[in-house]
């Protein structure tokens, strides 16, 4: 609180202001003015001051006052460490998205809320965040800010974090720009890597971004956002970086990695060179060393793979395969037709949403490595072309293969027994480890997954590939979704769908509840099947719906999964089915209908939700 000196001279600073601009003048003319049309009495205080603002003669003191706006200092939480430094990244907006000049908010044909959104996702070692959505405009209008733990795995010394430490952590922050159309569909903008530790020199910088394309144009602009970064707790007499230490630290990385991924170009070149010397058919076997990232830059392809724990949001490795499995499947497309030969990093892949074969298999990888498992991704053929899938190897020596967009798995058995899609296998990797087929045959009914013998599998130096790092892998994110109000809401507006289609065909439709939830077994049975790979007894199912049903009444039923969560698609998948199609179109005496949803929910707020109409009737001949 101030002192009573203090607010002295602060009454005295004010009332040398409104005097110097002759604010107290014109007060005292319009208080005059107001007396001849009002009358002698001044009348009550309140009417004065309003009549005092229509004037703008109040906007006048405050501006003659002289006070600046100021953004309010970002606050440390309260359970904030005081050992740890932390990074507040405020969004300050967006501009030049030139792209989006026809939905700019100056047309009157759009509202708000028929525009596309975006969403900006942010990546800091092992910390996501992700904005509000805003609607997508030339100048989309971001605000949100985030507040991000600095070395957050280094306190074990219980003293403060040091200038030194933060200019050594090279870790940007990856951000991914996705635009979210009214359909439920995505799509990818724009990525960048924020370097941030240029705020080491003052504490506080404001910094324009320009987000690059993707794919077969990285190197296109395609808007700029704004931030302002602040470090917190920053205390300048300690803290001394200068602009030169930065610019050192940051040459000195980039050679360093330029130099290493140069040495491992060189080292792969004269591998591949001794590999093509054992055969010369191995010169048309789909050996994939390097791949292209969606920035354009060119990475070895074992730098993709880390172990990646999900903590409590997965529970086994058959869990991490639903989950990868329920994420859904785009084959990009490249200008003039033709497929592209990108992947995309974990982040942005989970920032989307959906990916490529290759990005469902890269994350698969990584969870079953997190799970302890010795996993490899695969490159080889399918009876379609070629395909990317994950393989285990076994204590015994067997091998499994995990189909990383179905979640379903096979074991060498199962590819001579079963009709399964893979043909040829060229070669396998982890992070650890790269491994050609050096087998006359690379027939997959053929192959021996003997690794370790470089008779069959030449191997690359596990040393000059761990030289070559990746980047960190984002954590998952818990889900958001709240279950059971989705599904009653997906099951009323599906149910007035139902009731809507009958009417149109001058039939009713009413639901049996009771029915209805019994139901919601079968379901819940579906899904272990899909997660385990294996069918599951449903005996306490049927013995409740022969129960439910009397002898004389009719019964069917139809299952389906979506992946999606709007009810007019599920609609129309529904109609499609013939045997849903025959459920909505039956007659009978006693017709009644059930329904039943559910929602299963994964990380990322990923769903897979199964949905069940059936009815029950007396079946009757009409004439």
């Known amino acids: 609180m101030l002192s009573q000196n203090k607010v002295n001279q602060l009454k005295s600073q004010i009332h040398e202001q409104l005097q110097s601009q002759n604010v107290y003048s014109n007060i005292r003319q319009f208080l005059q ?188 602009p395609i808007g700029i956002i704004d931030f302002k970064l602040e470090l917190l707790p920053y205390t300048p007499n300690v803290t001394v970086i200068t602009e030169n230490d930065i610019t050192m630290q940051l040459r000195n990385e980039r050679a360093s990695r330029a130099e290493s991924i140069q040495l491992f170009f060189m080292y792969a070149k004269a591998w591949w060179t001794d590999y093509l010397q054992i055969r010369k058919s191995h010169n048309h076997r789909l050996v994939k060393i390097f791949t292209q990232t969606e920035n354009g830059t060119d990475m070895p392809v074992c730098s993709f793979l880390q172990p990646l724990r999900a903590g409590r949001l997965i529970d086994s490795p058959r869990h991490a395969a639903r989950f990868v499995s329920l994420l859904a499947f785009e084959k990009e497309e490249s200008l003039g037709g033709g497929s592209k030969d990108i992947w995309h990093t974990p982040h942005t892949f989970l920032a989307k949403g959906k990916g490529t074969v290759e990005d469902h298999a890269i994350l698969l990888c990584c969870l079953l490595l997190g799970f302890g498992l010795d996993a490899y991704v695969a490159i080889g053929t399918d009876d379609v072309g070629a395909h990317v899938w994950v393989i285990t190897k076994v204590q015994d020596g067997s091998v499994v293969f995990w189909e990383s967009l179905t979640g379903v798995r096979y074991t060498q058995d199962d590819l001579s027994k079963k009709s399964t899609r893979y043909r040829t296998v060229e070669c396998v990797f982890s992070n650890q480890s790269f491994y050609a087929n050096a087998q006359p045959s690379d027939n997959i009914l053929h192959t021996v997954f003997s690794f370790e013998d470089p008779a069959l599998w030449k191997p690359m130096n596990p040393d000059a590939i761990i030289a070559v790092k990746g980047s960190p892998l984002p954590p998952l994110m818990a889900p958001t979704i709240q279950v059971i109000p989705m599904e009653v809401e997906i099951e009323t507006a599906l149910r007035h769908q139902i009731f809507e289609h009958r009417k149109n065909m001058g039939l009713t439709a009413i639901f049996d509840e009771n029915l209805g939830y019994l139901l919601g077994q079968a379901l819940s049975l579906y899904e272990m099947e899909r997660i385990l790979g294996v069918g599951i007894p449903n005996d306490e199912f049927q013995q409740s719906i022969k129960r439910a049903v009397p002898e004389n009444h009719t019964f069917k039923g139809f299952p389906i999964q979506f992946l999606h969560r709007s009810p007019s698609r599920m609609m129309l998948a529904f109609l499609r089915a013939k045997a849903c199609h025959d459920i909505f179109n039956s007659r009978g005496d006693q017709f009644r209908y059930a329904l039943r949803g559910k929602v299963f929910v994964f990380p990322e707020d990923v769903t897979a939700f199964w949905v069940m109409v059936a009815c029950k009737y007396i079946n009757v001949h009409f004439g």
Not at 41 to 56: F, N, W
Request: contains cysteine; aromatic residues 6%; glycine residues 6%.
């Open 33 to 220: 003015d107001y007396m001849k049309t009002e009358g002698t009495k001044l009348g009550k205080e309140d009417s004065i001051i309003d009549a005092l603002k229509e004037k703008g003669i109040v906007d006048e003191i405050v501006k003659s006052l002289n006070v600046p706006k100021t953004d309010p200092k970002p606050q440390l939480p309260v359970s904030a460490s005081p050992t740890k430094k932390y990074l507040h990244v405020k969004i300050m907006g967006g501009k030049a998205f030139i792209d989006h000049l026809s939905h700019t908010m100056e047309d009157t044909t759009l509202s708000p809320n028929s525009l596309p959104n975006l969403v900006l996702h942010l990546h800091f070692v092992n910390q996501r965040f992700k904005c509000n959505p805003v609607p997508c405009t030339v100048e989309p209008m971001f605000d949100d800010s985030f507040l991000i733990e600095l070395l957050p795995n280094v306190n074990i010394t219980g003293k403060p974090a040091d200038a030194g430490s933060l200019l050594h952590m090279n870790a940007p922050i990856h951000m991914v720009l996705v635009k979210h159309f009214n359909d439920g569909t995505s799509s990818l903008v724009g990525t960048h890597s924020l370097e941030w530790r240029k705020v080491l020199k003052t504490g506080s910088i404001i910094t324009s971004v320009e987000f690059g394309g993707v794919g077969s144009s990285p190197k296109v």
